[in-house]
């Protein structure tokens, strides 16, 4: 494996959407809704302005949940059913290339203009409330900052996973969205159904065990238990226990959920 090849495809990957203004489009969005959660959050209980970080980072949680992870799938779900539609897979892999390079190329270039664009719009908002947040609260949120992108590579890895699985774009978009709407909205809707259809008897304990299969619930409790307060809000002190409040190691299980899907999509892209 050569990374100078690597490297080749993944800085023109990263071009190909400065070129297009996707990443300028992207922070530009992360700016204005993160604006508007921090300045307009608490509107419904009759204030407006900046509160406190722990409120600005629990608002802005469920923002990143809905909102990274979409825009990772539809980023990445074309990185090589796109290619081979357009005609170019065979001709790119007829160059001095191995599929694996090729796929690691692909994915580099991807995270880097999804990265740039997630510290560019988040670190803009920090800027505009520095002389508002403490060294504490900076720090607090440039943790936030980075579990963002954490979460963002995650589902990007699933992106280009289910870009090597598919043989057409239209399925391939299909099934990314299917896998937002499986991640987002219903894998906790049936854990909660099947705690409330037992009556809490089945699955009370392994609740927060199997929240760790969904890369969204790990960036939840990454940020719900980084402050007292925020944790305090989600009220999820009593669901995850103290073992699995720990930052490295849902650090480690988000890395898992980055590696896992390219290890899959390498194997399956072989010849």
Same mark, same amino acid.
């Given at each position: 494996? /050569? &990374?100078?090849?690597?490297?080749?495809?993944?800085?023109?990957?990263? *071009? %190909?959407?400065?070129?297009?203004?996707?990443?300028?489009?992207? +922070?530009?969005?992360?700016?204005?809704?993160? @604006?508007?959660?921090?300045?307009?959050?608490?509107?419904?209980?009759?204030?407006?302005? &900046? *509160?406190?970080? /722990?409120?600005?980072?629990?608002?802005?949680?469920?923002?990143?949940?809905?909102?990274?992870?979409?825009?990772? @799938?539809? @980023?990445? $779900? %074309?990185?090589?059913?796109?290619? *081979?539609?357009?005609?170019?897979?065979?001709?790119?892999?007829?160059?001095?290339?191995? *599929? #694996?390079?090729? !796929? =690691?190329?692909?994915?580099?270039?991807?995270?880097?203009? #999804?990265? =740039?664009?997630?510290?560019a719009g988040f670190g803009l908002v920090a800027v505009l409330l520095?002389?508002?947040?403490?060294?504490?609260?900076? $720090?607090?949120?440039?943790? $936030?900052?980075?579990?963002?992108?954490?979460?963002?590579? +995650?589902?990007?890895?699933?992106?280009v996973l289910l870009s090597v699985l598919t043989q057409e774009r239209t399925r391939a978009s299909g099934l +990314?969205?299917?896998?937002? $709407?499986?991640?987002?909205?219903?894998? %906790?809707?049936?854990?909660?159904?099947?705690?409330?259809?037992?009556?809490?008897?089945?699955?009370?304990?392994?609740?927060?065990?199997?929240? =760790? =299969?969904?890369?969204?619930?790990?960036?939840?409790?990454?940020?719900?238990?980084?402050?007292? %307060?925020?944790?305090?809000?989600?009220?999820?002190?009593?669901?995850?226990?103290?073992?699995?409040?720990?930052?490295?190691?849902?650090?480690?299980?988000? +890395?898992?959920?980055?590696?896992?899907? !390219?290890?899959?999509?390498?194997?399956?892209?072989?010849?």
């Amino acid at each position: 494996m /050569e &990374f100078q090849q690597i490297f080749t495809i993944a800085g023109k990957e990263f *071009r %190909d959407r400065m070129r297009n203004r996707w990443v300028l489009a992207v +922070a530009l969005v992360f700016t204005v809704f993160s @604006l508007a959660i921090a300045y307009f959050g608490g509107a419904q209980q009759g204030t407006v302005g &900046f *509160r406190s970080i /722990e409120f600005t980072i629990a608002s802005l949680v469920s923002l990143v949940i809905y909102l990274i992870p979409l825009i990772a @799938l539809l @980023l990445g $779900f %074309d990185a090589i059913v796109g290619e *081979r539609e357009r005609g170019s897979l065979d001709l790119l892999l007829s160059l001095p290339i191995t *599929r #694996l390079e090729l !796929l =690691l190329g692909k994915y580099l270039g991807l995270a880097a203009a #999804l990265t =740039l664009s997630t510290l560019a719009g988040f670190g803009l908002v920090a800027v505009l409330l520095v002389r508002q947040l403490s060294w504490a609260g900076l $720090f607090h949120y440039g943790g $936030f900052m980075f579990s963002s992108v954490l979460l963002g590579l +995650a589902f990007l890895s699933m992106a280009v996973l289910l870009s090597v699985l598919t043989q057409e774009r239209t399925r391939a978009s299909g099934l +990314a969205i299917a896998a937002w $709407f499986f991640f987002v909205l219903v894998f %906790d809707l049936l854990l909660l159904g099947t705690l409330v259809a037992t009556g809490g008897s089945h699955g009370g304990e392994a609740m927060a065990y199997l929240l =760790l =299969l969904n890369p969204a619930d790990v960036f939840r409790i990454l940020n719900v238990f980084s402050l007292e %307060d925020v944790r305090t809000l989600y009220g999820l002190t009593s669901i995850v226990p103290p073992a699995l409040a720990k930052p490295w190691l849902m650090g480690s299980v988000m +890395a898992a959920w980055i590696v896992a899907p !390219l290890v899959l999509a390498s194997w399956r892209f072989k010849p």
